[in-house]
């Protein structure tokens, strides 16, 4: 089905190995405030990195597994499965970072990253800067050999872990005044603190605290790309990001599908398996009917990125990827929650767990109403049939 290489079928055999070497625990992070014990963090990582699931986004000549798009999209449906961001411990970074690089990025940042040493955290959104970040207040003032960074920065996930993060500001003074750029900041650093951590629905490892960067100096060389640039990369992140996310939304969808099509096969009331009265079955049809079409939509986007499609309509399609695949898993969750009954509302119950945790695939990486009007306005531009 789907017409996947032998290659695609083996990586993708590999990452369902790991997510369901990870699914047994998941209840156990779910009670604990998503954190496991060191060790099995430590065995889950190293796991991650001798099945070549670690960095598979990477290029073959830094040291990563120089994977497709498709084979991309394969790996992050497996990590989908998993609840409690416990498949994280597959590591995607920066795969835009590369291509603008410098040597020194590239020894001190990159490849460290590639190897599983370094980890990344993104600080980009601010209080009153999410879906418009062009409205961002942060500040890059560049002094002699460095720059000075000021902002305030929100729900900066895996700050808790990160080593380095990336920092987006507009630049004050000089020929690009008013313009993005994009630093790289070690951490930590002098002048780089928390606000504050705040809970989230979910109940994972990884912190989204809000950080102040309060006259933080990084040297000139920690510029990622030229200044004007800071743009240009977050669109870039966000093709890869919308992708993934839809990805993750479809590992979802399938592990609830099957569960929910075991449970209502096995549990019994009225002496016959819920699945026969016509109310559960139409959530089931519906469910897998709407992963299907969430899934090839998907699979197509991957491969016209492999293919080398137009850039505006990768972009396009992303959004709707990202767009159809977030809503359908929040839909089957909704479903899944319903047929599982009172067992669904317990937070030992995977559907439990989905419900909440999908809620924010339809919110990060852009809002589904960005995705809609990304769609749109690329649908005037080229017309429908150049996107679909
Ligand atoms: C758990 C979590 C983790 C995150 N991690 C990170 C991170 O690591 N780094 C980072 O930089 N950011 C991160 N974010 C931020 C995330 O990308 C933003 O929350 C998201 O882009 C939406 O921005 P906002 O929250 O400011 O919402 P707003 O922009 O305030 O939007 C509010 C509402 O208005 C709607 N809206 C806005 N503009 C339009 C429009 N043009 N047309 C129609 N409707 C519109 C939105 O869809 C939404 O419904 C994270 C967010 C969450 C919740």
């Not at 497709?68 to 416990?86: C, Y």
């Amino acid at each position: 089905m789907y017409s996947l290489s032998v290659q695609d079928l083996q990586i993708q055999a590999r990452a369902a190995a790991f997510a369901d070497e990870l699914i047994p625990f998941e209840v156990t992070a779910e009670l604990n405030d998503g954190d496991l014990p060191k060790d099995v963090v430590a065995a889950h990582t190293a796991r991650a990195r001798e099945l070549g699931l670690h960095a598979a986004n990477m290029p073959a000549s830094l040291g990563g597994g120089g994977a497709t798009s498709l084979q991309q999209v394969l790996i992050q449906e497996q990590a989908g499965r998993v609840t409690n961001a416990l498949a994280w411990s597959a590591g995607t970074p920066p795969s835009w970072l590369p291509a603008v690089a410098t040597q020194y990025q590239l020894d001190r940042f990159v490849v460290p990253a590639i190897r599983g040493e370094r980890e990344e955290c993104y600080a980009i959104t601010e209080e009153g800067a999410g879906s418009d970040v062009d409205a961002i207040m942060a500040t890059a003032r560049r002094d002699g050999d460095d720059y000075v960074l000021n902002g305030e920065k929100w729900h900066v996930t895996s700050y808790n872990g990160a080593d380095f993060a990336f920092f987006q500001g507009k630049l004050v003074g000089g020929e690009h005044d008013g313009e993005h750029a994009m630093f790289l900041v070690d951490l930590p650093s002098p002048g780089v603190t928390v606000v504050r951590t705040p809970a989230y629905s979910h109940t994972i490892s990884h912190h989204h605290p809000i950080v102040a960067f309060t006259d933080v100096r990084v040297p000139a060389t920690h510029l990622v790309g030229a200044e004007g640039d800071g743009m240009s990369f977050a669109y870039e992140w966000f093709r890869f990001e919308r992708l993934m996310v839809a990805a993750r939304c479809l590992g979802a969808a399938g592990r609830l599908t099957q569960e929910m099509t075991a449970f209502s096969i096995e549990r019994r009331v009225q002496g016959r398996p819920i699945a026969e009265f016509g109310a559960i079955a139409g959530m089931l049809a519906d469910s897998l009917t709407e992963l299907f079409a969430a899934r090839s939509l998907t699979y197509e986007t991957a491969r016209a990125i492999d293919a080398d499609a137009d850039i505006k309509v990768q972009h396009a399609q992303c959004s709707m990827a990202k767009l159809y695949a977030s809503e359908m898993a929040g839909r089957v969750a909704d479903r899944a929650v319903q047929v599982f009954g009172g067992r669904g509302y317990m937070r030992e119950n995977v559907a439990e767990r989905f419900f909440r945790e999908l809620r924010v695939e339809r919110i990060w990486e852009g809002t589904s109403e960005v995705q809609r009007a990304i769609i749109a306005d690329q649908m005037i531009k080229r017309g429908p049939q150049a996107l679909a």
